[in-house]
Every structure is written in structure tokens, then in C-alpha cells.
């Protein structure tokens, strides 16, 4: 087993990425500025079939950082199954997440895991809110349709359900129904499953370098899908049952009775 699965992690930053080889070194020198000394954390790239030289940068940084590591997809999932294998090959019980083109500032990831902490299994999700914007004013309109039609039909009060920065416990993300798309549902799917959202405002800034690989197009008619099954997960849930555990049972005059039981939760 290498070094970096022996030693005890708390929290999981996963980064999916494709083409991003300028921006992988100065994005994981800003995660580290921000966690070093505070947790015990891995960063796990999610390197979502690269032509470039992601991988190579990737490979170099982790000769130098024993807690930085990589998870290869052989072609182009998208961003959803990236998050999803990173998450699921996490072994922090706390994961974050955030873009990987230096858009998503690693400063507020503090700030995040806190919320998680700080809700004492209450809170499901703490999702960044992005401020300042630096996307065109195209994309902009587009996040602001989407985010009103979303709102208006899930009712999930989460104003922007598209910054990458986001942090929850991992087996909560788990335990969600899985499809493509996932993770810009999971204030709806979260509320769905009676637990808390914290709310962090994040500032926007450019990309470090590069061109946006993952696009709005490509995901509108499959979003609509979506929303739609989404909507009906939601009106289909039914009520937790409180479950209890019988651990001595004894017959009493032909009775079966319970004298031992302890509550599960």
C-alpha cells in the first residue's frame, strides 16, 4: 500500500479535470496555502480522459506531495462521473469539491468543510454561491434561466446550484440516487432526505488558462431530463421509518414479548 493510504484523512478534495495541464500545479499550491496545518486532507484528481499533459503534470506533482493523487478515466465521462469516482475513492469522511480551471478560489474551502462540521450531522451540504462573476454575459443569462426554472419547480432555495465549490460528508453523496447530472442537484436531493444546506457566498475569478471543457450545450435537453426525474424523486419520497432493533426476545405464555430494544438511527 503507498505512503499517502496509510496516513489518516479527514477530508477529500476532489478535482475533476480535462486539459487542464496549466492549471493543475498553481490550483493545488492554493489548496495547499489554504488546508495545510488545519486537516489532515488528500487532494484526488479526477483526470477525465486528458489529451493533453494533465496527467504528466499530475504525475510530477505527486513525486513532490504524498497526498496528492490521481484516478484515470480512459475516455471522457463528463463532470458528474468524474466527481462521482472521486468521491467514491475518497477516504476522507468529509469531501470537497471545486473546479479544476482556478475559477473556484481554494481560500473558501475552509469555510466549507467548517459548515460540515459545525452541523453535527445536521447539514448535508455546504454549497459555495458564487458573487463577482466573471463568466460572459451569454453564460450568465443561461445560469440565471436555468437557476429560476430549477428554483421555481424543485423549491430547492439554493440560488446557484453551479459553482464547483462544495463540501458534504461522503456518505451522504453516497447514498444519492446516481445519474448524470448529479451534482447540480444535490441542494434539492440533500433537502429530499431532510438534511440541512449551509450556505457559503464565494467570490468568481478567471480561469488561470485554457477554454471551458465542460459546456452548456452539450447538457441543456439531458438538464430538462433530469429536472424532470429529480422532481419526481422528490414527490415520490416517503417519510424515514424509525427503526428499532429487538435484542432479547422471550415467550410468555404463548406471547412473544420484547423485553430488550434499542433505537437505531
Not at 478535482?15 to 498553481?26: F, G, L, S, T, Y
Not at 476522507?92 to 471545486?98: E, Q, R, W
Not at 422532481?231 to 428499532?244: A, E, F, M, N, Y
Amino acid at each position: 500500500m503507498p505512503e499517502s493510504d496509510q496516513t489518516a484523512v479527514a477530508v477529500s478534495i476532489v478535482v475533476p479535470v480535462r486539459n487542464e495541464a496549466d492549471n493543475i500545479a498553481p490550483l493545488i499550491a492554493e489548496i495547499a496555502t489554504a488546508l495545510d496545518g488545519r486537516w489532515a486532507y488528500e487532494i484526488v484528481y479526477v483526470n477525465d480522459g486528458s489529451t493533453d499533459a494533465t496527467g504528466d503534470r499530475l504525475a510530477a506533482i505527486m513525486k513532490q506531495r504524498s497526498n496528492v493523487r490521481q484516478l484515470r478515466h480512459a475516455t471522457s465521462t463528463g463532470q458528474s462521473a468524474a466527481v462521482r469516482s472521486g468521491v467514491r475513492h475518497a477516504r476522507g469522511a468529509i469531501v470537497a469539491t471545486l473546479d479544476g480551471d482556478g475559477q473556484n478560489n481554494p481560500a473558501f474551502l475552509p469555510d466549507l468543510i467548517a459548515a460540515i462540521e459545525k452541523g453535527q450531522g445536521r447539514v448535508g451540504l455546504a454549497a459555495g454561491q458564487r458573487v463577482g462573476r466573471k463568466d460572459t454575459g451569454f453564460k450568465k443569462m443561461q445560469s440565471r434561466v436555468a437557476n429560476g426554472v430549477r428554483g421555481m419547480i424543485l423549491r430547492d432555495g439554493t440560488r446557484d446550484t453551479g459553482c464547483g465549490l462544495k463540501a458534504f460528508p461522503r456518505e451522504v453523496f453516497l447514498s444519492m440516487p446516481y445519474f448524470d447530472g448529479l451534482h447540480r442537484f444535490l441542494p434539492a436531493l440533500v433537502r429530499r432526505e431532510g438534511l440541512e444546506i449551509a450556505y457559503v457566498d464565494v467570490i468568481d475569478r478567471p480561469r488561470h488558462s485554457g477554454v471551458s471543457n465542460y459546456g452548456f450545450f452539450d447538457r441543456l435537453w439531458i438538464g430538462i431530463m433530469d429536472l424532470a426525474g429529480v422532481w419526481w424523486l422528490i414527490r415520490r419520497k416517503k417519510p424515514t421509518p424509525d427503526v428499532t432493533e429487538v435484542k432479547d426476545v422471550t415467550e410468555v405464555t404463548g406471547v412473544t414479548r420484547a423485553t430488550d430494544a434499542t433505537e437505531v438511527h
